[in-house]
């Protein structure tokens, strides 16, 4: 019943913010300024993640691969197919549910504590639309950046394994990851980003736009936001996979 209530809760809010905005000039204000925030601000973490797991990967699979079998340039196809299916998507996303939702849940619930969301309703603003609808907007279209910068520092990963090591041939690792190319791997993570983008900024608006009493509950509501974006991130994965590599 809990779980009922939390999400007629969270359909109704999520009513409240998709209206037209009554000053578009502050709209798109806020975007900016949610871009920088939201987006600028994380591309670093992106990058420096996804720089040492694509090393990491391709360090693994050169390890791990004996088999005389396989060939020495599925250490590049491996390290692609793996960055572009999931990491640069679903995994990056999981992160950022922990950076960028922690810190929507914890901005919003510190207003809504110290009754700054409270004043905005009583005159007569939608402060629902006002304070989530530019982070939900910044972040869905955004995300795309993140996931390409992800994508392609994870490749830099790997190549520069390959350049700095004798683990493995940098001409076989290139081969490897220019082998088979499918550029619709790319457009599949794009789209899965744009989902779990969404779940990230709007369950961390409900968890802190939801938090009733003081600092104590904004840093419970932070906490549940993170756990609760993540599993409906990993939720929405495997059906977007199910529906959209069958």
């Not at 005159?123 to 982070?135: D, F, R, T």
């Not at 794009?190 to 409900?206: D, Q």
Request: with cysteine; hydrophobic share 50%.
């Amino acid at each position: 019943m809990n779980s009922l209530y939390h999400l007629g809760e969270y359909i109704l809010l999520m009513k409240k913010v998709f209206s037209i905005p009554e000053r578009w000039n502050i709209f798109f204000k806020q975007v900016i300024d949610e871009i920088n925030k939201l987006v600028i601000n994380s591309i670093w973490i992106v990058v420096i993640i996804s720089l040492f797991i694509g090393a990491v990967i391709s360090m693994q699979v050169t390890l791990n691969i004996v088999s005389p079998l396989l060939p020495k340039y599925a250490v590049g196809f491996t390290t692609r197919e793996t960055l572009l299916l999931e990491f640069s998507s679903s995994i990056m996303c999981l992160i950022l549910a922990g950076k960028v939702g922690s810190n929507i849940a914890s901005e919003i619930g510190s207003m809504r504590v110290t009754e700054q969301i409270d004043a905005l309703d009583i005159i007569g603003v939608n402060s629902a639309s006002y304070l989530i609808l530019p982070k939900i907007t910044s972040l869905v279209l955004f995300i795309p950046v993140l996931v390409s910068f992800s994508m392609i520092a994870g490749l830099i990963g790997g190549y520069l394994l390959a350049s700095f090591s004798d683990m493995l041939s940098l001409s076989t690792y290139i081969y490897g990851i220019q082998y088979d190319f499918k550029i619709g791997y790319i457009w599949y993570s794009m789209k899965k980003s744009l989902v779990f983008a969404f779940i990230i900024t709007s369950v961390s608006s409900y968890y802190g736009y939801s938090v009733k009493g003081g600092a104590l509950d904004v840093g419970k509501a932070s906490t549940n936001s993170v756990v609760m974006s993540s599993i409906l991130i990993l939720l929405a994965d495997v059906v977007l996979t199910q529906l959209m590599l069958n």
